[in-house]
């Protein structure tokens, strides 16, 4: 039993120090511009829509998108990598970081860490289908979820709770950009113009984030409430329901340039993330 709990530390040490390793770092960090990427491409054909165009403002077009470009494929696949390095970073930050701090803080740092690990997880799976030749409708998805949840009291309340937690994580990137808090996560900012052009593309980005959330998290509630699964059809479906608004074609512009801007902090901030 002794010698199976020492594999066991040997293994989880193992573990820990291949984390740390600078390589795994870099990898990981790629993750954050890969995710940069992906939103850059939504907010230009969000651009596209606002102006009378169409398109998925979403992951599945976003990556339909970089898939029917020439070398798409090495993006795809450079996404895919990225994303699962950073996704495995943040596992490897909830098992091993945080430890000597206080509880609370710890195991709220630690689950922050899981949240974003499935988070990135997620969109790399998405890169790795497309990158593979295959295909996804987020939209549909996000609808067939929304239908099946519909189908008892117990799921239904928790469309709700659901939508209620994407609004508040909506509000939290508002809050995040409004106050500049993400320069926190930064380990220097640069001196200026750069570092100016950071904080407003930072703070930009953010606001814009957190409305389209807040718009998804709002429109999983209405589904419910409605009991029709075709109100929820994920993030283009959020941001289409933008247009039907007073000034709604301004609106969506605005936004989708925030997510132009959310794109670009993203990239600009694989380098200088805290790791």
């Known amino acids: 039993m002794a010698d199976l709990g020492g594999h066991a530390r040997k ?5 820990e120090e291949a984390a740390d390793s600078k390589a795994f770092e870099t990898a990981a960090r790629l993750g954050f511009a890969a995710n940069g990427l992906m939103h850059l491409v939504i907010g230009f054909i969000a651009v596209g829509i606002a102006m009378g165009g169409s398109g998925s403002a979403d992951q599945s077009g976003a990556m339909g998108q970089l898939a029917a470009q020439p070398g798409g494929i090495f993006l795809l696949w450079f996404g895919f990598l990225g994303c699962v390095a950073l996704a495995l970073f943040q596992l490897s930050e909830a098992a091993f970081a945080w430890n000597g701090r206080e509880s609370k803080e710890k195991w ?3 689950l922050k860490a899981i949240g974003q690990a499935i988070a990135y997880a997620a969109i790399g799976v998405t890169f790795g289908i497309y990158a593979l030749g295959g295909s996804t409708d987020s939209g549909q ?11 008892n009291p117990a799921g239904a ?4 709770v659901l939508g209620a937690a994407v609004i508040g994580i909506g509000g939290y990137y508002v809050y995040k950009g409004a106050k500049r808090k993400f320069l926190e996560d930064l380990q220097r900012v640069p001196g200026r113009p750069w570092g100016t052009a950071v904080k407003v593309v930072g703070a930009v980005g953010y606001c814009a984030k957190g ?3 807040a718009v998804l998290g709002l429109l999983f509630i209405v589904a419910t409430v409605r009991a029709d699964p075709e109100d929820s059809t994920g993030l283009d479906g959020a941001l289409k329901s933008l247009q039907e608004q007073p000034f ?7 936004i989708a340039v925030g997510l132009i801007a959310y794109g670009i ?4 901030r694989a380098p200088l993330e805290k790791m």
Request: net charge positive.
């Open 141 to 151: 998805t996000t609808s067939t979820f929304t239908s099946t949840l519909m189908t």
């Open 248 to 254: 709604g074609a301004l609106v969506l512009g605005v």
């Open 211 to 213: 409305v389209a959330l």
């Open 108 to 110: 709220g740092r630690k």
């Open 11 to 15: 293994i989880a040490d193992g573990a």
């Open 265 to 268: 902090y993203s990239i600009v």
């Open 157 to 160: 309340v928790l469309l709700i």
